[in-house]
Structures are given as C-alpha cells and as structure tokens.
C-alpha cells in the first residue's frame, strides 16, 4: 500500500532561520505529490504540487520542494521562515486507487519564534 | 464563491447519538472526499466520491455512511456515535482526479 513519511514531528526554529522538511513516499511508479499547511485555527491550503516536469516546484509563500525519485522523496524549503509560518505541515501522494484520493503524512508542526 | 464550506463547526454528541456532518461546494466539482485527523496521525479518507449517485468507501470507512444526491452536497453520517470518532472531520472536493483538492474549513467532533 502507498505511505507517506514525514521525518520530523515538531520542528522549531528561529526568524530568518532556513528550514527543511523531509517527505518519503512508498510508491514507485508515476506519483503526485503535494504538500499543504494548515495555519492554527485554519483549513489546509495547498503550499505547491508536483505532477511531472522540472523537479524543482515553486508553491506561495517563498516554499519551495524538489522531487527526487531515486530517493524517493519531496522534502520541502524555505529559506528565510518567518513567525508567520508557524504550522502544521502534510506531505501528500495521490492515491492510484480509491478515486485518487490524498494519502497523508502525518505531519509536522513547525514553530517560529521571533 | 465560497469554495467548500461545512457546518457544524464544532459539534458534541453523546455515544449512541447520530449526526450528518454536511459538506457543500459550489465549484462544480466530480470529486468530493471525507478525511478525519487525529492528532499526529495526519489525514485519513473515510468515503469518496467521483460524481453524483457513485461513493465508495476509504480507509476508514467503519461507522458512517454518506450518500452524493447532487454534485454540490456530500453528507457524512454517524448512526451510532463512539468516542473512537473523536477528530476533526474535513471535506475536500476537485475537478478532476489530477486537479488540486480544495478543503472546507472543517468539523470538530467530540463525542462523550
């Protein structure tokens, strides 16, 4: 069955400080991956998405995430967090069963401190 | 365009007591699914749908039941509240399989 690995649980980091999440996935053939924030009090919002092309995948907010699939994985970046990152973040691959669902990282909380 | 929106926000019921948690879009997508979250356990699909009249079960799918009368509404139903469906429940829909999934605000259950 397809998984999803997120290596850290609960990141905390300073203001201008670089951050870098980790995401494995189990699938080997032909995924779509993702990563969403959920803000405190907030629904999920998408961060940005990988279906094919350039590896490297832009999303809002100065994150970006590099598809590396000898390896893998889809760990996401930012280079300068701000206080206002403070979240929850989910890596996410697209079920190839059951509609093309999302199937979930567990997540990792991230706090920055100012 | 309010995108996906559900109610009740935060709800308590007692064990034995049902529900329909609803969940309603108006971007006019196929695709709607129903996923709980628990703490540090992520997002887990509980029932899908890929159009009106088609659903079929999750992950999770032991204890609710939905149904897809419309393309807009995808209720989720518990017939016999348990404290194991504590969470918080989301509903997410998209166009097509390879599209964004968009999620509603979400639905806070405490069941005692």
């Known amino acids: 069955a397809q998984s999803v690995s997120q290596h850290n649980h609960h990141v905390i980091l300073s203001e201008a400080a670089s951050l870098e999440l980790g995401c494995n996935y189990s699938?080997?053939?032909?995924?779509?991956l993702f990563w969403y924030v959920q803000y405190p009090g907030q629904h999920l919002q998408l961060l940005l998405k990988y279906f094919s092309g350039d590896p490297l995948v832009k999303g809002i907010k100065g994150f970006e995430a590099e598809f590396i699939k000898s390896k893998f994985s889809f760990n996401l970046r930012k280079p300068s967090v701000q206080w206002s990152d403070t979240a929850e973040y989910f890596c996410?691959?697209?079920?190839?069963?059951?509609?093309?669902?999302?199937?979930f990282g567990k997540g990792t909380t991230l706090s920055v401190s100012s | 365009n309010a995108g996906v929106t559900q109610t009740p926000k935060f709800r308590i019921l007692k064990i034995g007591q049902s529900m329909t948690l609803q969940c309603t879009q108006d971007m006019n997508h196929n695709y709607m699914y129903w996923y709980r979250q628990d703490p540090g356990m992520g997002l887990k699909l509980i029932y899908y749908?890929?159009?009106?009249?088609?659903?079929d079960k999750g992950e999770v799918p032991n204890g609710y039941n939905v149904s897809r009368s419309t393309t807009e509404d995808f209720p989720l139903r518990l017939e016999l509240a348990a404290p194991s469906q504590t969470s918080v429940y989301f509903c997410?829909?998209?166009?097509?399989?390879?599209?964004?999934?968009?999620f509603g605000p979400g639905t806070r259950l405490l069941v005692l």
């Open positions: 749908s890929v159009g009106a009249g088609i659903t």
């Open positions: 699938y080997g053939g032909t995924v779509n």
């Open positions: 996410a691959v697209k079920s190839n069963q059951a509609g093309t669902a999302l199937i």
């Open positions: 997410a829909s998209s166009r097509q399989p390879q599209e964004t999934q968009y």
